[in-house]
């Protein structure tokens, strides 16, 4: 009844606007009318419409006029655009959409359908445009889709469907774009897709393809843009890619290729190429050198992948915004840094990353003058030099600024404040120093700020990202103090009213101590803070320590022999088979004093990776051993090569000096203690055992000590152990079996092992031979090479013999005097059953000493105990000793 009025009513309604219209014809489009009326209601019937989008859709308002998102035909009422998109439609879609026959575009973009899409769509025989985008569809794509043979527009991006792409697809000739993306397609790419003459877009990164690219893809001719990217594709690029001449845009980001890049890439190859993006594959070989002049190139991305060689010049990538050539095997053997200076040119540059690759040489200066508009550089993990810019405070719109695990020196320029916007600051692991500039607090976005092992020194902010002690990360500096407590630390000093010769003071007390070889276990811990504090104030120009700018190859073999007076015998502190150790004051802006070892160097072999190795010897941390803080490699004034390493200068005495100190007194600082006692002599192997754990286990190859001997562990005033002269064994001479025995003696006599006077390779059982020797001396005194030692005794056996009862007799008697001394403090009355069992701890624990550094020391290196071990008995020993612990537990 009501559809029948309605009739009626379009009925008066044409017969007035078209009073000539052929009565046949109307009643036809009226009943097609009727089914597209129908099934759209249909449509809406199962569709969820929060917004009231379809509210309209009523059998009583004009379907052409009034439904939303509906468009008719301008000569015939028929359904011609479905346009729904952003409607928050959710629901299905309805298989009766296959009844608007005379549907041109299809667009369901941006709601949350659901379900397959209906097999229906393929009875759309006039659609053009097929956009299903950002929905929730799931399941196949219909393998009828194939039939809407005037498709030009395919999008079907970010839903969930699955399976293989249907063969199918590829009859679909008029296609010009096709967009796939974001959904989980698994199998290969159709080789039907070769047939998509006009196929001007592909995307289809984001899914799960597999299997090599497609060569028939080639065929594309009028192909621009290509996009692959993370999916699984493996093999390499077909050649037949490289001829489409019209491709702008191409991305293979993050799957298994291989192969290298063609040359003429950029220039005969893809001669319009805007972006290109192959990072995260397995690419090598070199940037093709026509890549310089790919003018509309805008994006180059080859991040994670292994290229080598040099990067050409970029000076006429005037589109250029993105360059991301980050870990990959890039580098510059000559030093120059031409392409960064080259970048200047690239007036919208936005992001350069090129971290991670083996860029070598100065920092050019001439990175403050690149684009303005830059937001992120990125230049860590190469062995840049030189040091921060000033005029990086030019590039105000940086937001990310890295430069960590460099070689930079110098102070941080307090203009790195100026990108107002910088929200994350890596600099870790460089050599820079100086203080850390105020100003960073007041960066509102910085969030993230990295300035660990360097050598910065002086106060911590305590506000803006200083608050936050997640935020920074400051460990490995040793000059810092202050800052929020959660840093832990030191707090700085309040300062003195003292002038400023205090420092000067310091300066010419050690230097004249060394001079007269005394221990200098005084004074300098006691200063240090003071002279901290003063030279803030009175900016005096000599410091003891930290060690400021001092970079790899910045040192040349003039500077060092102007710091050691010409390695003259008056700044000798040792010498041994490695080489020779000299104390030096550098005069590099400010007065540094250092321990500079000269190698003794036998064989230009051991030169070959000096650089590179010394970079892993100064990334060498740990509390038990001296920083080595950086490295000479040269040739002399008589053109003999040579090559030094420079080590933190430490004031306080070694070990040996302090176990034979009564040998060769003469005149001793009277606050001084005398001798080591048992606790400290134990503490002091821990110690050393610590560090020796350290440089065997600790890295990917160990680090082989080679030549530990007392003299070798220095002690600070607390008595802290920290071993030196350590990560030489690479650079000794190198030997073989037949080289004569007077060659091959590697460490020093007496704590060599015997294997490697026997043409044996230096090993860390070796390292463990030697630390038995010096724990045997710690305990007995005597060195190894006492005179009481002859060609059938050595301190090994001689210990070995008085096992156990006879421990005490062979003990240091200088451990015996200092235990009656302090039991001597306990009361009267029980004083007897005290002291018994106070010896025969004691007692025990100089045997278990001993047992530990004969089993160190035995002849078999594989026998030898493991450093681990030595460690963990050791401690046990210690508790015992301070009755922590009780014995034999
Ligand atoms: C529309 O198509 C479906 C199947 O595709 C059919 O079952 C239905 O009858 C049609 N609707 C109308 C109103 O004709
Ligand atoms: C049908 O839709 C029209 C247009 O929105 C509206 O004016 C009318 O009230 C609706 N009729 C019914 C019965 O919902
Ligand atoms: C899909 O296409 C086939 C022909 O290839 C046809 O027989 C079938 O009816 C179509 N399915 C639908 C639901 O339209
Ligand atoms: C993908 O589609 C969902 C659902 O419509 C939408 O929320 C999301 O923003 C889309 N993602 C992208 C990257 O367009
Ligand atoms: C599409 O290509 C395939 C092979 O790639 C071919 O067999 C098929 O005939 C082509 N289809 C059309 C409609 O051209
Ligand atoms: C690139 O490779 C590095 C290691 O080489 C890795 O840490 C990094 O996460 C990779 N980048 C991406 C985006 O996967
Ligand atoms: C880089 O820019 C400078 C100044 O604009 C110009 O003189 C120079 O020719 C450019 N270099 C190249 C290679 O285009
Ligand atoms: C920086 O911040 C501190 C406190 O956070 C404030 O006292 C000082 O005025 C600020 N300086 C500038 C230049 O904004
Ligand atoms: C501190 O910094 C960390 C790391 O940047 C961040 O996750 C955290 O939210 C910050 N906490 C506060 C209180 O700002």
């Excluded at 993050?254 to 690419?283: C, D, E, V």
């Excluded at 035995?858 to 508790?879: N, S, Y």
Aim: with cysteine; net charge positive.
């Amino acid at each position: 009844m009501e559809s029948s009025c309605l009739v009626v009513r379009i009925w008066s309604v044409f017969m007035s606007l078209f009073p000539l219209m052929i009565i046949t014809m109307a009643s036809s489009n009226l009943r097609a009318n009727k089914v597209e009326r129908l099934s759209l209601l249909a449509f809406k019937a199962v569709v969820s419409d929060p917004l009231g989008i379809l509210s309209s859709w009523n059998y009583s308002s004009n379907l052409c006029h009034e439904w939303r998102g509906i468009t008719c035909g301008r000569r015939r009422p028929r359904v011609k655009v479905l346009d729904l998109r952003s409607s928050q439609l959710k629901g299905v879609l309805s298989p009766h959409i296959g009844n608007l026959s005379f549907l041109r575009t299809l667009n369901l973009r941006r709601n949350s359908f659901t379900g397959t899409i209906p097999q229906e769509v393929g009875r759309l025989s006039r659609l053009q445009v097929l956009n299903l985008g950002d929905n929730l569809f799931k399941g196949y794509i219909p393998m009828n889709i194939s039939h809407c043979s005037n498709l030009h527009y395919l999008f079907l991006a970010n839903n969930s469907l699955t399976g293989e792409i249907p063969i199918e697809l590829g009859s679909l000739l008029k296609l010009q774009e096709l967009i796939l993306r974001r959904n989980n397609l698994i199998g290969e790419i159709p080789p039907s897709f070769g047939n998509f003459s006009s196929l001007k877009v592909l995307s289809m990164k984001e899914n799960n393809l597999r299997g090599l690219m497609n060569s028939r893809l080639g065929k594309l001719k009028s192909l621009r843009d290509l996009s692959l990217g993370t999916n699984r594709l493996s093999g390499t690029i077909p050649p037949s890619i490289y001829n489409l001449s019209s491709i702008q845009h191409i991305s293979v980001v993050g799957n298994q290729l291989h192969g290298t890049l063609p040359s003429g890439l950029g220039y005969t190859i893809f001669p319009k190429l805007q972006i290109f993006q192959f990072q995260m594959n397995r690419f090598s070989g070199p940037i093709p050198s026509t890549i310089s002049n790919a003018s509309y190139l805008s994006r180059f991305g080859i991040s994670n992948n292994t290229f080598t060689g040099k990067v050409p010049s970029l000076a006429r990538l005037s589109n250029l915004v993105r360059l991301e050539i980050d870990d990959n095997n890039l580098g510059n053997e000559d030093g120059e840094l031409d392409f960064l200076s080259s970048l200047v040119n690239c007036t919208g540059l936005e992001l350069l990353d090129i971290n991670g690759n083996n860029f070598q040489g100065v920092l050019p200066e001439s990175i403050s003058n690149l684009s303005t508009k830059l937001k992120v550089m990125s230049l860590g993990r190469n062995q840049l030099r030189g040091s921060i810019p000033i005029g990086i405070g030019n590039l105000i719109n940086l937001f990310v600024l890295s430069f960590e695990e460099n070689l930079l020196t110098g102070p941080i320029p307090s203009s790195i404040c100026k990108p107002s916007k910088l929200s994350s600051l890596f600099i870790n692991h460089n050599q820079l120093s100086g203080t850390i500039p105020f100003c960073l607090r007041n960066l509102t976005w910085l969030s993230r700020l990295d300035l660990s092992f360097n050598d910065f020194e002086g106060e911590v902010p305590i506000d803006g990202v200083f608050r936050n002690s997640t935020a920074v990360c400051l460990v490995g500096n040793r000059g810092l103090c202050g800052g929020v407590t959660q840093l832990n630390l030191p707090l700085c000093c309040s300062e003195s009213s003292d002038g400023s010769l205090f420092p000067l003071w310091t300066l010419v007390f050690s230097v004249f101590s060394l001079a007269v070889g005394s221990i200098l276990v005084l004074c300098y811990h006691c200063c240090v803070p003071l002279y901290r504090s003063n030279k803030r104030k009175a900016k005096a120009k000599v410091t003891v320590i930290p060690l400021l700018d001092l970079s790899l190859l910045k040192l040349s073999y003039g500077d060092l022999l102007k710091a050691t007076d010409g390695f003259s015998s008056r700044n000798l502190i040792g010498s041994g088979s490695s080489g020779s150790v000299y104390w030096g004051v550098l005069d590099q802006q400010e007065e540094t004093i250092v321990a500079v070892k000269v190698l003794n160097l036998q064989s230009s072999r051991a030169s070959r990776s000096f650089v590179a190795e010394c970079k892993v010897l100064k990334s060498i941390r740990h509390r038990n051993l001296v920083k080595l803080v950086t490295a000479c490699s040269s040739i002399d004034f008589q053109g003999n090569e040579f090559k030094a390493l420079v080590f933190e200068f430490m004031l306080d005495g070694n070990l040996d000096e302090m176990l034979h100190y009564s040998a060769h007194t003469v005149v001793r600082v009277p606050t001084v203690q005398v001798h080591l006692n048992l606790i400290q002599r134990v503490n002091i192997a821990i110690d050393v055992a610590n560090a020796l754990d350290y440089l065997h286990s600790h890295f990917h190859n160990p680090i082989v000590h080679c030549d530990l001997k007392p003299s070798n562990v220095l002690l600070e005033k607390d008595m802290t152990a920290r071993v030196c002269d350590f990560g030489l064994a690479t650079y000794l001479p190198h030997t073989s079996s037949l080289e004569s025995s007077s060659n091959i003696i590697r460490g020093s006599i007496g704590y060599f092992p015997p294997e490697y006077g026997m043409g044996g390779a230096v090993s860390t059982y070796g390292d463990v031979y030697s630390y038995g020797i010096l724990l045997l001396e710690m305990l007995t005194g005597k060195r190894p090479t006492d005179d009481m030692f002859t060609d059938d005794t050595n301190l090994h056996n001689f210990v070995l013999m008085a096992l156990p009862e006879r421990v005490k007799e062979i003990c240091d008697p200088l451990l015996l005097q200092e235990k009656e001394s302090s039991t001597s403090t306990k009361p009267a009355s029980n004083r007897n059953d005290v002291q018994n069992d106070e010896t025969r701890r004691v007692e025990e624990c100089l045997i278990s000493i001993a047992r530990i550094g004969v089993a160190c020391s035995v002849h078999l290196p594989k026998a030898r105990m493991e450093i681990g071990k030595v460690v963990a008995e050791l401690r046990v020993i210690r508790d015992v000793l301070t009755g922590t612990r009780m014995l034999r537990e």
